[in-house]
């Protein structure tokens, strides 16, 4: 009888081994489709952003992560540190969802910016999607809600950067994520404490979310380009 129970339990510690070395491998204990437990949406009012084609200039690498290395709010406390980025006019790729995908098909979707963050306490992603008109981006941002029940089936939710490492934990725990419309660009943010295990235990994510709306600082930066343009066109006295 001794022998056989220390057979069984020689299978039991392999097991366990198993399980332990795919867990490390894997990186994370995240669900393989993660969505936020909170949401929110938001609208900058940024009029002069509300259509593709008043603001045509397709997004760059160097405007969206030329100063986007590392994120430093100090009013927040909170320090981001650029671990994935990635520009693609693949937009499904950053989503997963059949039905998210088609929302971002609707809105004629030609572009994606996607970054992960790090830092001692957080963890994030953001998107910025380039969209055809303020309703697109409303849209879209409306498909991405998460269902009120725990139990349904979510639409789907944007992919994490990088989700194989550091970033394999987002969606594990409790996290937080806002939707912000600007104009014709919707830019998703989503972060969680990095040692957060468990999506009912509530805290306040408000200051990295807060720190983390600087990724859309770009944004900001067209807004007055596009203004001194308009003002120049306005100014200027037509040759006789």
């Given at each position: 009888m001794l022998p056989l129970l220390m057979g069984a339990l020689g299978v039991a510690v392999v097991a366990l081994a198993v399980v332990l070395v795919l867990q490390f491998v894997?990186?994370?204990?995240?669900?393989?489709?993660?969505?936020?437990?909170?949401?929110?949406?938001?609208?900058?009012?940024?009029?002069?952003?509300?259509?593709?084609?008043?603001d045509s200039r397709p997004l760059s690498e160097g405007e969206i992560f030329g100063d986007a290395e590392e994120i430093d709010s100090s009013s927040q406390n909170v320090t981001f540190t650029l671990a994935e980025s990635g520009l693609t006019e693949d937009c499904a790729s950053a989503v997963w969802g059949e039905e998210v995908a088609a929302a971002l098909a609707d809105a004629d979707c030609t572009q994606a910016a996607r970054a992960g963050y790090t830092s001692g306490d957080y963890l994030g992603a953001a998107v910025m999607f380039n969209l055809r008109d303020q309703e697109a981006a409303q849209a879209v941002a409306?498909?991405?809600?998460?269902?009120?029940?725990?139990?349904?089936?979510?639409?789907?939710?944007?992919?994490?950067p990088g989700a194989d490492g550091e970033l394999a934990d987002l969606g594990a725990g409790y996290s937080a994520a806002?939707?912000?419309?600007?104009?014709?660009?919707?830019?998703?943010?989503?972060?969680?404490?990095?040692?957060s295990t468990d999506t009912a235990e509530r805290e306040s994510l408000v200051s990295p979310l807060i720190a983390l709306s600087a990724f859309r600082d770009p944004l900001y930066n067209r807004v007055v380009q596009l203004e001194t343009l308009q003002e120049s066109q306005t100014t200027t006295t037509p040759v006789a």
């Open positions: 894997s990186g994370g204990s995240a669900p393989e489709n993660p969505v936020p437990t909170a949401y929110e949406t938001h609208d900058t009012g940024d009029e002069i952003l509300a259509t593709r084609e008043v409306t498909a991405l809600k998460p269902p009120k029940d725990p139990e349904a089936e979510p639409a789907g939710f944007i992919t994490v806002e939707a912000t419309v600007s104009g014709h660009y919707l830019t998703v943010t989503w972060v969680q404490a990095t040692d």
